[in-house]
């Protein structure tokens, strides 16, 4: 219905101008045919003087010079014929006379408007060849019905053109639209789960690049909701099991009445709490971090202040475990993005290397620019990853054979799901003497 109102609009608005416009070419028409007139009429009339024996001028004008104006519209005719001396010969002495000589002019004439034209014409018998002027003055009545005929026929087509073509154009778009509308209720009939390819033949050519973009939107949505199940039984498969511990963990802490083995099962229970809190948060983070789960933010982040937060926040424990922890930082780095998920990337960096690391061992985390990007190195000493597992550790919940530190498996995926999203990268390479180094880059705000 949009479409066919913009049509007609379209269509009005070219007609108006054609009827605006023929308007005036009927009325130039109109008075084209009446100066044809006023000139026939004054020829008549000049044709029709002479200059007798005694050299006076006469003239009889002849009645067809007036009939010819008597068109049925009640036009009133005034004439007037002068000598060029200004004797006046026959008609009214006061009709209003043009500027211009044959060429037709509107003036107003006993309350009246007329049409009136001046001819001059030369005449057999007077001194020196002269010429006698006719002039010859007509109401509007005989060329308004002309304009007002020519405009009204050009009105009738203009106004069957206009049904004709919005009856085709009706037609063109019930036809035109109809296998749209088949596009919409096979979508419409399709149940929420099914996502199979729609056939592109179900439309004309101009719209199979809509079926083949729906296809390839659902295929897209198909490998989200599979992704999103494989997240939810991991995520499940995962929390199943310190759920379990600190059930019985709990249930141990409840039975026993020796102290020290009660403080003993308390102090496993708030381990594995504190783990299975980790662990939430990490898939927290996932989830935020999922296309569309919320709206993108742009925040003007400096990544030197928040490392420098984060490793006094996780001093404790690496004093705990004499680690020695180090920041090389030269001043700020400002980054834009999501200012919370680049904090949970660099959460992720310092405590998975913390967490890694064994005791007595080293974590340096170094901030600076290179070739217009901030780039984050988190370097330790722990056990390092293998060259073939280091593509393989930044999937959700993929832990390295052998890993003595306990994790979920989520930290490097939430750092290069949060970096990509960012527009920067992340390498992992071995460091000197053992040990893996982690080098982020973001492009600078």
Partial sequence: ?????????????????????SFWTADATAKLVTDRTLLASARVIAEAVRVDEGGNVQV????AALEMFDTGFGDRVSYQVITAWGSL??????????????????????????????????VVGLPDNGAISVAVAVTHNSQYAMR???WLSDFSKQFVLLFVASLVTILGLQRGLAPALRLRDA?????????DPLPPEMVQSELQPLVHALNDYMERVQSQMAAQRRFVSNAAHQLRTPLALISTQASVAAREDDAARRDEALFALRASTKQISRLASQLLTLSRDEPGSRRPRSDAADLCKAAREILEAHAEEALRRNIDVGLEADGPVIVEGDGTMLREMLVNLI?????YTSPNGRVTVAVGQADGNAVVTV????PGIPRGEREQVFERFYRVMGTEAEGSGLGLAIVREVVEGAG??????????????????????
């Fill in 89 to 122: 010969v026959s008609g009214v002495p006061d009709l209003p006379l043009p500027a211009i000589h044959r060429a037709g002019e509107d003036r107003a004439f006993h309350g009246a408007d007329v049409r009136v034209m001046i001819l001059d014409h030369p």
């Fill in 424 to 445: 920067g990268s992340v390498v992992l390479d071995g460091a000197k003497g053992g040990g893996l180094i982690v080098t982020v880059r973001l492009p600078l705000a």
């Fill in 187 to 195: 979508v419409r009939q399709r149940g929420r789960n099914r996502l």
């Fill in 351 to 355: 405590d998975n290397a913390i967490r």
């Fill in 379 to 382: 370097e330790d000493n722990g």
């Fill in 148 to 150: 007002r005929q020519l």
């Fill in 60 to 63: 009889d004008v002849p009645p």
């Fill in 1 to 21: 219905m949009q479409l066919l109102c913009w049509v007609l609009l379209t269509l009005l608005g070219a007609i108006g101008f054609n009827l605006y416009d």
